[in-house]
């Protein structure tokens, strides 16, 4: 996203100096070392790097679903690190969309009662749940399928469903865990553009974390990871964009 230099970026997500190790059998296992990084309100951000290099771990670690060994993660200017899991929970609710590979959509409900089940759970949100789910699959092309059961929907359109679960009640934060992956080029492409769409009309930062290149050729901005340390902050995919609409 261009910054016109008039007014400072807003910070959605700051991590400073995060580490995770793990034990194993052989010994302690640094699957993170030092990671220390921005990334600012309405920005869609890559993360790539081989397979083992601690991609899906500083994702999990962004949306507070695992603890840091050191350093600190800021949400939308709050401090989760060292929060119980009963806050952590009710941050998720607030501030943090997930969307994952596998879409998760709970089978025995239709895609409007799926989008609207966070809502019902949420003690802030103010309005009708049924409308605010229905405005999102909308806008997510799925106006037409509102009634479907996954089993009903396509790959592609599950994802679409869980998008908009994951934008539910408006978090600033949207991660999401390889969201193409079990999709083919096509479908792959409709959700990518639903996720540019999310940025693009709402002002949602999106984190993405993928292996594949093209599709960090569509980001704002690229993290590359390599045996745990943050190898490229800053590096911006200028020559490698790639349509997907």
Do not use: C, W
């Amino acid at each position: 996203m261009n910054n016109n230099g008039n007014s400072p970026r807003e910070v959605v997500l700051r991590t400073q100096n995060l580490t995770r190790d793990l034990n194993s059998g052989a010994g302690v296992v640094h699957v993170l070392r030092g990671i220390s990084l921005e990334i600012y309100k309405a920005e869609r951000v890559g993360i790539i790097g081989p397979s083992g290099s601690g991609k899906s771990t500083l994702l999990g670690l962004m949306g507070g679903l695992d603890s840091p060994t050191g350093g600190t993660i800021e949400i939308d200017g709050e401090n989760i690190t060292r929060l119980s899991e009963d806050k952590l929970t009710e941050v998720r609710n607030r501030k943090i969309g997930f969307v994952f590979q596998f879409f998760n959509l709970i089978p025995t409900l239709t895609a409007l009662e799926n989008v609207m089940l966070p809502i019902e759970f949420s003690r802030s949100f103010k309005g009708s749940p049924r409308k605010r789910a229905t405005e999102l699959l909308d806008m997510l092309g799925m106006k037409d399928r509102v009634h479907h059961r996954p089993s009903q929907l396509s790959g592609g359109q599950q994802q679409r469903v869980a998008i908009a679960r994951a934008l539910a009640n408006n978090p600033p934060l949207l991660l999401a865990d390889e969201p193409t992956g079990n999709l083919d080029s096509d479908s792959g492409k409709l959700v990518l553009q639903a996720l540019r769409d999310v940025q693009r009309e709402i002002g949602t930062t999106v984190v993405i974390v993928t292996h594949d290149p093209a599709i960090a050729g569509t980001m704002d901005r690229v993290l590359t990871l390599i045996d745990g340390q943050l190898v490229e902050g800053t590096a911006v995919m200028q020559n490698q964009r790639v349509a997907v609409n």
